[in-house]
């Protein structure tokens, strides 16, 4: 597919032909999902913690006997129905790590570029145009390319003008393409690339990367004998 490539100012310059595995698919949205889900709960530290019975300091003596007094039985003061006491069933540390095949995560990233770009939310800068290291200039330049909501701006390697340029202004971010992730891609509507970000996209999830297929295992015991 062809995207076109824009100048600082928004004006069309040429066009360049695009990977079609990566910005001309069928967005998968259920991988999507699964693929967000994932990253969001593998941010989860997981360190709740509540005080069980054992670890509640309080006697463990019973409150009073049994029978004979008519009043309700009781146990000691760390029973979770005493105030002061334990929680029942409360949380506990643990891992909610989720483990995500690459290929989901690929297709993931592939799914909402493709999305991006059919509805116009995909933006192809030249590589001549250079991101100062002031705000007002990089608020000037992303105005003038039609981004006027939630924007990412994303750039082969790290751009340390760029970082500080777009770091005051609240609805706009920039990634490298190496860590360009689907949490990213969803919580914003526009996605500036520049044309060596395309291509190294291209490089990391297009080509032999889109078209990688795990061997059945018939074939692999077939191939051994």
Not at 9 to 26: C, L, M, N, P, T
Not at 126 to 133: C, E, G, L, Q, R
Not at 150 to 162: A, E, F, H, K
Request: net charge positive; proline share 5%.
């Amino acid at each position: 597919m062809k995207l076109a490539v824009v100048d600082a100012s928004g004006a069309k310059q040429r066009e360049i032909e695009a990977d079609d595995a990566v910005f001309g698919i069928d967005p998968h949205l259920g991988v999507v999902h699964q693929a967000l889900l994932a990253m969001q709960a593998n941010k989860r530290q997981g360190t709740h913690a509540t005080r069980r019975r054992s670890t509640v300091r309080a006697s463990k003596a019973k409150t009073r006997r049994q029978k004979g007094t008519g009043r309700a039985r009781q146990g000691a003061a760390s029973s979770p129905v005493r105030r002061g006491g334990a929680v029942a069933h409360g949380p506990h540390p643990r891992s909610y790590r989720q483990a995500l095949p690459k290929r989901m995560r690929r297709l993931a990233i592939r799914s909402l570029l493709s999305q991006r770009t059919a509805e116009g939310g995909l933006l192809v800068l030249d590589d001549a145009v250079a991101f100062p290291a002031q705000t007002a200039a990089v608020r000037a330049i992303l105005r003038a390319l039609g981004v006027d909501r939630r924007g990412l701006v994303v750039t082969p390697s790290v751009d340390p003008d760029l970082v500080l340029g777009i770091r005051n202004l609240p609805e706009m971010n920039c990634l490298p393409a190496d860590v360009l992730n689907v949490e990213a891609l969803i919580q914003h509507d526009y996605v500036v690339m520049t044309e060596s970000a395309v291509r190294r996209a291209e490089s990391l999830w297009g080509g032999e990367q889109a078209r990688l297929r795990r061997v059945p295992s018939s074939v692999g015991a077939e191939g051994e004998r």
